[in-house]
Protein backbone atom coordinates (compact mmCIF):
# COMPACT_ATOMS: atom_id res chain seq x y z
CA UNK A 1 0.00 0.00 0.00
CA UNK A 2 1.46 3.47 -0.74
CA UNK A 3 -0.31 6.55 0.05
CA UNK A 4 0.26 9.80 -1.73
CA UNK A 5 0.03 13.26 -0.19
CA UNK A 6 0.44 16.45 -3.08
CA UNK A 7 1.31 19.84 -2.04
CA UNK A 8 2.35 23.20 -3.54
CA UNK A 9 -1.01 24.40 -5.74
CA UNK A 10 -2.44 27.69 -5.00
CA UNK A 11 -3.60 30.45 -7.38
CA UNK A 12 -0.78 32.09 -9.35
CA UNK A 13 -0.82 35.14 -12.25
CA UNK A 14 -0.17 33.74 -15.65
CA UNK A 15 3.73 33.46 -16.38
CA UNK A 16 4.40 32.91 -12.63
CA UNK A 17 6.36 29.03 -11.58
CA UNK A 18 4.98 26.63 -8.91
CA UNK A 19 6.42 23.52 -8.00
CA UNK A 20 4.05 20.83 -7.24
CA UNK A 21 5.17 17.97 -4.52
CA UNK A 22 3.97 14.41 -3.76
CA UNK A 23 5.49 12.54 -0.99
CA UNK A 24 4.78 8.73 -0.99
CA UNK A 25 4.99 6.65 2.28
CA UNK A 26 6.64 3.49 2.28
CA UNK A 27 10.01 2.00 1.87
CA UNK A 28 9.66 0.94 -2.26
CA UNK A 29 9.04 4.68 -4.08
CA UNK A 30 12.42 3.95 -5.76
CA UNK A 31 9.82 0.79 -7.61
CA UNK A 32 7.20 2.82 -9.08
CA UNK A 33 6.97 4.79 -11.96
CA UNK A 34 5.26 8.41 -10.95
CA UNK A 35 2.47 10.34 -13.14
CA UNK A 36 0.81 13.56 -12.49
CA UNK A 37 -2.34 13.88 -13.87
CA UNK A 38 -4.56 17.11 -14.16
CA UNK A 39 -7.98 17.44 -13.89
CA UNK A 40 -10.44 20.72 -14.87
CA UNK A 41 -13.97 20.99 -14.44
CA UNK A 42 -15.78 19.76 -17.03
CA UNK A 43 -12.58 17.69 -18.28
CA UNK A 44 -11.42 14.42 -18.29
CA UNK A 45 -8.46 13.93 -16.19
CA UNK A 46 -5.39 13.84 -18.51
CA UNK A 47 -1.74 12.41 -18.13
CA UNK A 48 0.64 15.91 -18.00
CA UNK A 49 4.20 13.98 -17.16
CA UNK A 50 5.32 10.76 -16.28
CA UNK A 51 8.39 9.37 -14.71
CA UNK A 52 10.37 5.95 -14.28
CA UNK A 53 11.86 4.28 -11.68
CA UNK A 54 15.48 5.98 -11.90
CA UNK A 55 14.19 9.40 -13.36
CA UNK A 56 14.88 8.77 -17.19
CA UNK A 57 12.59 9.03 -20.16
CA UNK A 58 10.12 11.39 -18.84
CA UNK A 59 6.78 11.52 -21.03
CA UNK A 60 4.74 15.23 -21.08
CA UNK A 61 1.93 16.00 -22.59
CA UNK A 62 2.05 18.29 -25.62
CA UNK A 63 0.54 21.03 -24.22
CA UNK A 64 2.80 21.09 -21.04
CA UNK A 65 6.13 20.51 -23.07
CA UNK A 66 9.06 22.76 -22.26
CA UNK A 67 7.05 24.77 -19.76
CA UNK A 68 6.69 21.58 -17.03
CA UNK A 69 8.97 19.58 -15.70
CA UNK A 70 8.50 16.26 -13.63
CA UNK A 71 11.55 14.86 -11.30
CA UNK A 72 11.67 12.16 -8.30
CA UNK A 73 14.29 12.14 -5.94
CA UNK A 74 14.04 8.42 -4.88
CA UNK A 75 15.73 9.41 -0.91
CA UNK A 76 13.32 11.04 -0.08
CA UNK A 77 10.11 9.66 -1.78
CA UNK A 78 9.15 12.58 -3.37
CA UNK A 79 8.06 13.35 -6.99
CA UNK A 80 7.85 16.84 -8.08
CA UNK A 81 6.61 19.07 -10.92
CA UNK A 82 8.00 22.10 -11.93
CA UNK A 83 5.35 24.44 -13.56
CA UNK A 84 6.58 27.60 -15.95
CA UNK A 85 5.09 30.16 -18.16
CA UNK A 86 1.82 28.87 -16.16
CA UNK A 87 -1.47 29.65 -18.46
CA UNK A 88 -4.87 29.89 -16.93
CA UNK A 89 -5.63 27.09 -19.58
CA UNK A 90 -3.62 25.09 -16.67
CA UNK A 91 -6.35 25.63 -14.29
CA UNK A 92 -7.15 22.65 -12.70
CA UNK A 93 -6.77 19.88 -10.11
CA UNK A 94 -3.26 18.09 -9.77
CA UNK A 95 -2.73 14.70 -8.62
CA UNK A 96 -0.18 12.49 -8.32
CA UNK A 97 -0.67 8.71 -8.86
CA UNK A 98 2.00 5.42 -8.47
CA UNK A 99 2.11 2.30 -10.87
CA UNK A 100 4.51 -0.80 -10.76
CA UNK A 101 4.05 -2.52 -14.20
CA UNK A 102 4.83 0.20 -17.28
CA UNK A 103 1.76 -0.73 -19.35
CA UNK A 104 -0.26 -1.14 -16.32
CA UNK A 105 -2.75 1.22 -14.72
CA UNK A 106 -2.03 3.68 -11.87
CA UNK A 107 -2.58 1.71 -8.85
CA UNK A 108 -2.23 4.82 -5.76
CA UNK A 109 -3.53 8.23 -5.88
CA UNK A 110 -3.25 10.95 -4.08
CA UNK A 111 -6.02 13.28 -2.69
CA UNK A 112 -5.27 16.47 -5.38
CA UNK A 113 -4.01 20.11 -4.95
CA UNK A 114 -5.61 23.01 -7.05
CA UNK A 115 -3.70 25.12 -9.15
CA UNK A 116 -5.59 28.08 -10.37
CA UNK A 117 -3.76 30.10 -12.87
CA UNK A 118 -5.66 33.60 -13.31
CA UNK A 119 -4.88 35.70 -16.50
Known amino acids: QVQLVESGGGLVQAGDSLILSCVAS????????MGWFRQAPGKERELVAR????????YYTNSVKGRFTISRDNAKNTVYLRMNSLKPEDTAVYYC????????????WGQGTQVTVSS
Open 26 to 33: GRTFSTYI
Open 51 to 58: ILWSGDNA
Open 97 to 108: AAKLRFAGPYDY
